[in-house]
């Protein structure tokens, strides 16, 4: 799909950034593993540290969730978008709005799998209001790690994730994920936290993430509608350090809507440019993306516009900066009208 050259930049590097975020997995690991050591020698488990375990998001809480296409034979991941689609063949915007959750997911998921293993293990410290596991330090490792869930009232939480060189006094400890967690059962309630990727860059041994993550969420029940808004502020994207925005809105049963932006530099010319997408499906599968690039080096807006079917193949595209290239009428679109992501 050559029309949508300027768009590549954009989604080029999203299999960079998933192994950045293996680096990451693995460094929680290593916490895992310090944690379960240092807890192995702590007394039984209290039935009050239950109450703690809801003292943070489960990752199912925050996981964004697009029909996907591994049903109808077709999977699209990061590696896997397609440019040079015609009518009838895979979406392109389908896949980058799949390849997309799939880097959101990647930010959170493994940072909150973590804590929830930490917390099924026995506390090092317990009282009436907080929980702490550690501080534990690796024989091999030049970090010391503690995890400190607090209880501010009923279903009222605050928890941290610190670490600090080994050798530095406990007043160096730096906070690399925090949050509030208003509970309404184990994995249901609202709340946000914040991951300082530059913060944890400063201890003895880190990876190459850099920047912060501020993830504000509300899952209330089974039943209700899931939202959660990312906020990513100058995290590293290939050679350039970036903002980007993700809004992600869920019904139960009626399908949803994702809105993604970023500021980065994507046409010829030093200014940043503004790339806005937003799609929206049915439950069924069924959706349409509206994407924007304005500002910086442009003259004009450029606008491209896609609507799927609930196989997930494309059946109409228009784009501003190439009319000829149309296929399709908006006839076959699950949604008629255009919807552009705020700026």
Request: charged share 20%; net charge negative.
């Amino acid at each position: 799909m050559t029309v949508l050259l300027f768009l590549a930049p954009a989604v080029s590097n999203l299999q960079e950034r998933r192994s950045n975020l293996h680096l990451t997995e693995t460094t929680m690991k290593k916490l895992l593993l310090a944690v379960t050591l240092s807890s192995a020698a702590a007394c039984g488990l209290d039935p009050t540290t239950e109450s703690f375990k809801d003292g943070f998001p489960r990752a199912e809480t925050v996981a964004l969730h697009v029909p996907t296409a591994a049903a109808a034979g077709q999977p699209l991941t990061a590696e896997g978008v397609r440019r040079d689609g015609l009518e009838g063949d895979p979406s392109f915007f389908y896949g980058v709005t799949r390849a997309v959750t799939l880097v959101v997911n990647g930010a959170v998921v493994v940072e909150l799998s973590l804590l929830e293993r930490i917390t099924d293990l026995p506390p090092t410290t317990l009282s009436a209001t907080s929980a702490v596991w550690g501080p534990y330090t690796d024989a091999l490792s030049p970090n010391t790690w503690r995890f400190t869930v607090t209880r501010r009232a009923a279903g009222d939480y605050a928890y941290a994730l610190e670490g600090k060189g080994k050798t530095e006094a406990d007043t160096a400890y730096r906070t690399v994920l925090e949050g509030t967690h208003l509970s309404a059962g184990r994995a249901f309630g609202h709340g946000s936290f914040t991951v300082h990727w530059s913060t944890a860059a400063t201890l003895p041994e880190h990876d190459g993430n850099v920047g912060t993550g501020t993830f504000t969420y509300a899952r209330p029940s089974a039943t209700d509608p899931l939202t959660v808004d990312a906020d990513f502020n100058q995290v590293q994207d290939g050679s350039q350090l970036v903002d980007l925005k993700y809004r992600f809105r869920q019904v139960p049963g009626q399908g949803g809507t994702f809105e993604f932006q970023i500021h980065k530099d994507l046409v010829i010319g030093a200014a940043l440019e503004l790339l806005t997408v937003r799609s929206r499906w049915l439950e069924t599968g069924a959706g349409r993306a509206d994407a924007r690039l304005a500002g910086g080096d442009l003259a004009t807006t450029a606008t491209a516009n896609e609507c799927w079917d609930s196989t997930f193949l494309s059946r109409y595209f228009a784009a501003s900066f190439a009319p000829a290239a149309q296929w399709g009428t908006t006839a076959a679109c699950s949604f008629a009208t255009a919807e552009y992501a705020a700026p």
